[in-house]
Nanobody
């Protein structure tokens, strides 16, 4: 099992920045692919960004150029740097880990492949 704890959410105005971090503890074999998902009120959970153990990354089109996903193995952290935030980025953001290794572009489309989830952190962007 893997324990995931998110931090860094908050409220910002449009155009602002936030950095989300996810502390990771547990067996690394269960973290071959990690991702950030988000869920806005009344909407389905969507994969925003993913990274696998070889460092390949994927960002969905709506955040490409604004968000960056990174993993600091020394600190056991997964990070999501979010710049130029928009009101439509408002959601609860979740960190997730999967023992499956593969193309993060494919894996982030299948939330069921992620066995471990954090509790979520709220991001609110006002116009």
């Amino acid at each position: 099992q893997v324990q995931l704890v998110e931090s860094g959410g908050g409220s910002v105005q449009a155009g602002g920045s936030l950095k989300l971090s996810c502390g990771i503890s547990g067996d690394p074999v269960n973290t071959k692919t990690m991702a950030w998902f988000r869920q806005a009120p009344g909407k389905q959970r969507e994969g925003v960004a993913g990274i696998n153990s070889e460092g390949s990354t994927h960002l969905i089109g709506s955040v490409k150029g604004r968000f960056t996903i990174s993993r600091d193995s020394a600190k056991n952290n997964l990070n999501l740097q979010m710049n130029s935030l928009k009101p439509e980025d408002t959601a609860v953001y979740y960190c997730a880990a999967s023992r499956a290794f593969g193309d993060p572009k494919i894996l982030v489309q299948i939330p069921g492949l992620f066995e471990s989830w954090g509790q979520g952190t709220q991001v609110t962007v006002s116009s």
